[in-house]
Nanobody, 126 residues
Framework: QLQLVESGGGLVQPGGSLRLSCAASGFTLDSYGIGWFRQAPGKEREGVSCIYYSGGRTNYADSVKGRFTISADNAKNTVYLQMNRLKPEDTAVYYC???????????????????WGKGTLVTVSS
C-alpha cells in the first residue's frame, strides 16, 4: 500500500504557527514532486506550496508567500509545511499529494498528482 499521512493540524490563534507533516510509506518521496493543498468549507481546493527534489524547485501561492515554508527530509521520508503568522482565512483541511511526473513549475496545481493523503484540519480562530 502506498500511503501519505498528514499530521500536525489543530486549533491556533491568529498570528500563531503550526508545522504540518506528510509521512510517506510504501515508496520514497525523493522520486516524486510533492504538493500541499487546502480546502475550506464551501470553497474549491487550492494549491498552497510544492517542492521538486531533483530540480531544487519550490513554489508558493501568493496568499502564503513569506509566511509558509515547504521542506523535505529524505531520511525520514517526510515533507513539512511550516506555517507562520496564521490568519483566519488559512482555516482549511490541508492535504499533501505526490506525483511521479509533477515538477512544481509555473504554479501550484493538482494536475498530475498520483496519490493523496486524507488531510489534517487547521483552524485559525481567536
Amino acid at each position: 500500500q502506498l500511503q501519505l499521512v498528514e499530521s500536525g493540524g489543530g486549533l491556533v490563534q491568529p498570528g500563531g504557527s503550526l508545522r504540518l507533516s506528510c509521512a510517506a510509506s510504501g515508496f520514497t518521496l525523493d522520486s516524486y514532486g510533492i504538493g500541499w493543498f487546502r480546502q475550506a468549507p464551501g470553497k474549491e481546493r487550492e494549491g498552497v506550496s510544492c517542492i521538486y527534489y531533483s530540480g531544487g524547485r519550490t513554489n508558493y501561492a501568493d496568499s502564503v508567500k513569506g509566511r509558509f515554508t515547504i521542506s523535505a527530509d529524505n531520511a525520514k521520508n517526510t515533507v513539512y509545511l511550516q506555517m507562520n503568522r496564521l490568519k483566519p482565512e488559512d482555516t482549511a483541511v490541508y492535504y499533501c499529494a505526490v506525483g511521479k511526473y509533477y515538477y512544481c513549475s509555473g504554479y501550484v496545481s493538482a494536475g498530475g498528482m498520483d496519490y493523496w493523503g486524507k488531510g489534517t484540519l487547521v483552524t485559525v480562530s481567536s
